[in-house]
């Protein structure tokens, strides 16, 4: 626990038996929670600098909380205004925004980008880079293989309809996305559904049934002996 260079804002919580790497900065307000493990050049709580055309809204925001037991790797950043849950893991690299929520025992990957306004379970794997846009949700036990992309915006940033209908994907509980895997905004996917690698996802997907293809499509049912609950 060497915490050289350890730059500390206002109001920072820091528990005794925290493991601090070299050159941490951890910004006001932040709670850093017993037994964690914060890696060198992270940085926690920091506030967005948003654009003048930005659909988000400046304001004040609470500290970030890491529960018990989370690590956050060597290089990520994650913002106020979020929770990450108990014995989490932040992979190198990684980006998390404001507004977050993060249940426990997760697996965020190397280089994974998780926008702002997100909602994630507890027990979910997003691997390395994958980018999960504003306004998703994935529910518990979710899979995310490397280099997913979500979206959120039929519009591409023109007209000002767009702002009352960005909308991320809904990812249903244990559902698992294949590499390489696209996304449009506001599709649903159901629980347990498998999206085969490559697949561009256009409209939604029942649950446990298997999809594949441009556009995807369904060509199964999940076997029986896939589903979490046989597990």
């Known amino acids: 626990m060497s915490r050289e260079n350890l730059v500390l804002g206002e109001g920072v919580q820091i528990a005794d038996d925290a493991d601090i790497g070299a050159n941490v900065v951890i910004h006001a307000g932040t709670v850093v929670g017993p037994g964690c493990v914060i890696q060198d050049n992270v940085v926690l709580g920091k506030t967005p600098k948003l654009a003048r055309r930005s659909t988000a809204k400046a304001r004040d925001l609470p500290g970030l909380v890491l529960g018990g037991g989370v690590t956050v790797c060597s290089g990520a950043v994650v913002f106020a205004g979020t929770t990450i849950g108990a014995r989490t893991v932040i992979g190198d690299q990684a980006f998390v925004r404001e507004d977050v929520t993060i249940g426990e025992d997760c697996g965020v990957g190397r280089g994974v980008c998780i926008e702002n306004e997100v909602e994630i379970g507890s027990r979910c794997s997003i691997q390395s880079n994958s980018y999960i846009t504003r306004r998703s949700v994935l529910e518990d036990d979710v899979f995310i293989a490397p280099c997913v992309t979500t979206t959120n915006d039929n519009f591409m940033g023109r007209t000002d309809a767009r702002h009352g209908l960005l909308k991320g994907a809904i990812i249903r509980r244990a559902a698992r996305i294949g590499g390489g895997v696209v996304i449009l905004p506001g599709i649903e996917i159901g629980e347990e559904a498998f999206v085969a ?23 199964r049912d999940v076997p029986d002996e896939e589903l979490l609950e046989n597990q």
């Open 197 to 219: 690698a490559g697949a561009l996802v256009t409209k939604d997907i029942p649950a446990r049934k298997l999809v594949a293809g441009l556009p995807a499509r369904v060509w």
